[in-house]
């Protein structure tokens, strides 16, 4: 038993130290091609290509090399199960509530802790502008590498030491990747949900399938509703001006947009969370050759080396803003003590 878990350890703590290596080389490419955005500024007009010319490398280059490390160690090599589309239109409609929630806490835990409150693909999705740029990498991109890379290499050299850990290790991993706060909650939460239909299916398609229509319904149909119902337009106004009947009548049809949307993503909540309540303990996870004890997983998934440096970076990461301003403020009040002593000595 013992060798059973030094050997999970072993594995578990190379998968994550190559999730490490894959954020490092993300954020060296992503610095790297940012650079380039100055030098090639001039030459390309086109500023959504411009910013797919920096954020698509940090794809094409980072999760390769991480899919390369892992095969270190080999896949489980699994037997066929049959097709379970039920399981995929449940696990959809379970993901919706799921998301709102878990944002939700990204923003609570942002505010508490002093981090900048911005979304990233908010970011992304303001730069980009382009439907074609954000349908490129949060829908065809986004999904692929990284269900390959969290749900495919991950799950498949680590089920064997047990269904459960399995999940939680690649859901919590791909949490931690994207490192901030207002990501984090919803993607390790959508994560398990993921996990779980991979397990249970066998087939990535199924979570890219998922993975790919959250970020649409995030991220391309929000910037649709923004642009068809001028909502930026919309809070340039005042309160008053916001009251008056004048405006109400000018934005009818805005506002009916809104209205109808909202309603949609209601119902869509509530369906998911009735979803949820009658499937969650329907949950089945199947025996594995390595099944390890349960009062061994956590330690043995999460307390090693890999995990240890994983983690460091992504807080490092997440934090690195409110650590650069507190440093930069510690420096500015000693550069003035400084000053004040030597002007009155």
Partial sequence: MEDSIKNAKKVFSWIAFCIFITGVISLAVSIIMSKCDLKYANFVSNKPLLILMIILP???????????LMLKFPAEKREKLPSNIPLVIKALLACIPVMYLGNIIGVLVNSLSGVSNTNPVQELVNMLGSYVGIFLVAVICAPIFEELLFRKFIID???????????FFSALAFGLFHMNFAQFFYAF??????????VRSGKIHYTMILHAT???????VPTFIIKKANINEIQQFTQEELASPEFLQKYSSQFAIIGLYALVILALIITGIVI????????????TTEELPKGQRLSTAFINIGFILLFILCLAMIFIEPIMSALSYIVGYLSYICYERLRFS
């Fill in 58 to 68: 940090s794809y094409l280059i980072s999760f390769p090399v991480g899919m390369l």
């Fill in 157 to 167: 050299r680590v089920r064997r030491f047990g269904e459960v850990p399995a999940v």
């Fill in 189 to 198: 939460m959508l994560g398990l949900i993921f996990g779980y239909v991979y």
């Fill in 214 to 220: 959250i970020n649409f319904l995030g991220s391309v």
């Fill in 276 to 287: 949820i309540c009658l499937n969650a303990k329907k949950l089945q996870f199947a025996p």
